[in-house]
């Protein structure tokens, strides 16, 4: 299986601020899917750590729900771009993102522990609303809560739409121009 690489120097996707960031992308295979389980469990560690559960039921645990999430997202967004995110010759997180006729979903954005706080995601997500400002269209994402990343979304202008649970459906509005929702750096 040939894996579809797309360089930073490409921009791929127009995404110049990722790139600039050293981010380079390519389309999920099925040879990427234990990157992507070790991804999903180091997205649930700290939520697992106090449950008593041996290594070994938590490790089985975690790869149930993050094949059941791999199966849902397929089936429901069967349209979306499915990539990982490399940095040099390392995979460091996923993007999934699937473009409507109405708006733009971003399905799932990642990244490994060690890429957190790099400005890694902040590029993507800026790029992201860019090229949908470019196609008159909205942005929206489901957001945990007590997620970290919540403080970027808001500082890139992205407001909570409904509360659904555990997660806000939050959007990024194209038509309440860029400039004004967010600080240029």
Not at 47 to 52: F, H, Q
Request: aromatic residues 12%; contains cysteine.
């Amino acid at each position: 299986m040939t894996r579809d690489v797309l360089s930073p120097g490409v921009c791929a996707f127009g995404w110049a601020r990722a790139a600039q960031a050293g981010c380079g992308f390519r389309r999920l295979t099925e040879a990427d899917l234990p990157f992507l389980g070790r991804l999903y469990a180091a997205t649930r560690a700290e939520e697992l750590a106090p449950v008593p559960w041996s290594e070994a039921d938590k490790a089985a645990f975690l790869d149930q729900q993050f094949r059941a999430q791999h199966a849902h997202y397929r089936h429901y967004y069967p349209n979306a771009d499915w990539l990982v995110i490399t940095h040099g010759d390392e995979d460091i997180g996923r993007f999934y993102i699937e473009r409507w006729p109405s708006q733009h979903r971003i399905i799932d954005i990642a990244f490994m522990p060690v890429h957190r706080g790099k400005g890694y995601g902040e590029a993507l997500l800026r790029d992201a609303t860019d090229e949908a400002a470019a196609a008159g269209k909205d942005v929206s994402i489901h957001v945990e809560k007590l997620n970290s990343a919540m403080r970027l979304y808001r500082r890139l202008g992205f407001t909570t739409e409904e509360d659904k649970g555990v997660y806000d459906l939050m959007r990024w509005r194209a038509t309440a121009g860029y400039d004004d929702q967010v600080k240029i750096a």
